[in-house]
């Protein structure tokens, strides 16, 4: 059973920054695509940031571009996900997600998820 554990959520204003991450088991982390997922109340999970196996962006949402950065950290087995410049949109429940196959920003592609860490930004 595939386990991923997301941490670093939390309470912040407008304008602050935040860092996620997502611990994995070694295989995961060095044969799969992993990525960055939120849901909203009252919304559809939507794809915040991918990467391809080997790293390398492989999707970014326009909404996040130039204030999120996502990352590969392989001495720790672990997906980071930089949040600058934090909107009250951003708030949302943020899952960490794997896949053998697909890495792009589609929540139906991916089979593997973490439980999810809450973000709360407020104005």
């Known amino acids: 059973q595939v386990r991923l554990v997301e941490s670093g959520g939390g309470s912040v204003q407008a304008g602050g920054s935040l860092r996620l991450s997502c611990a994995a088991p070694?295989?995961?982390?060095?044969?799969?695509?992993m990525g960055w997922f939120r849901q909203a109340p009252g919304k559809e999970r939507e794809g915040v940031a991918t990467?391809?196996?080997?790293?390398?962006?492989?999707y970014i949402a326009d909404s996040v571009k130039g204030r999120f950065t996502i990352s590969r950290d392989s001495a720790k087995n672990t997906l980071d996900l930089q949040m600058n410049s934090l909107k009250p949109e951003d708030t949302a429940m943020y899952y960490c997600?794997?896949?053998?196959?697909?890495?792009?920003?589609?929540?139906?592609?991916?089979?593997?998820w973490g439980q999810g860490t809450q973000v709360t930004v407020s104005s």
């Open positions: 997600a794997a896949d053998s196959r697909s890495c792009g920003g589609k929540e139906e592609d991916y089979n593997y």
């Open positions: 070694e295989y995961i982390f060095r044969y799969y695509c």
């Open positions: 990467m391809y196996r080997g790293g390398g962006n492989a």
